[in-house]
C-alpha cells in the first residue's frame, strides 16, 4: 500500500484483459515484479526469489489497521526467467490472473478476486518491481511490453 514503485493506470473500460511479458533477473531472496490489481484491496502475479529460486506466485491482500495483509494463494517454481502475465476484468470487477510461458496457452493460477476503488479514485492496474530488502539489491526486470485490450 505504502510502495512508490508502481506504474498504474485505472481501469480503461468495464471489461478487459491487461497483459505484459517479463523477464525477471533477482538477486535477492526476496524482490518480486509482475502485474497487480490495486484499490484498498489488491491482487498480483508475480515473479519473485524464494531462498530455493525462482516462483510465480498469485497473492492478495488488504491494508487493516496498519498491517499488510497480503496472503499467497498459489505459487509455482520456475526455471525460465521470462514470463507472460494477464489478467481478465470482467462482471463487476471481478478479475482473474493467468501466465504462460509461450506467449500462447494461458493456464490460469489462484482465484477469482473482486477490485475496489483506491482511496480517492478508482481501482488500477500496471506494473511493479520491489525490493523489500534493507540492503541494496542489484536485481532488475525488464517489461517488453504492457497491453490492455
Sequence with gaps: WRVPNLLLQKFPAPFFTAG???TFHPRLVGEKAGLVVMGKEWGYLAMHRTGSGQELAMCAGTYFQGYDK???IESIGL???SCYLRVTVGHRANYHFSYSLDGETYHPIGRECQATAGTWIGA???LFAI???????AGHADFDWFRIE
Excluded: F, S
Excluded at 131 to 137: A, C, H, S, V
Design 20 to 22: 505484459a511479458k517479463m
Design 70 to 72: 497480503t496472503e499467497t
Design 79 to 81: 526455471e525460465n526467467d
Design 124 to 126: 488500477k492496474v500496471g
Design 131 to 137: 525490493n523489500p530488502n534493507l540492503q541494496d539489491g
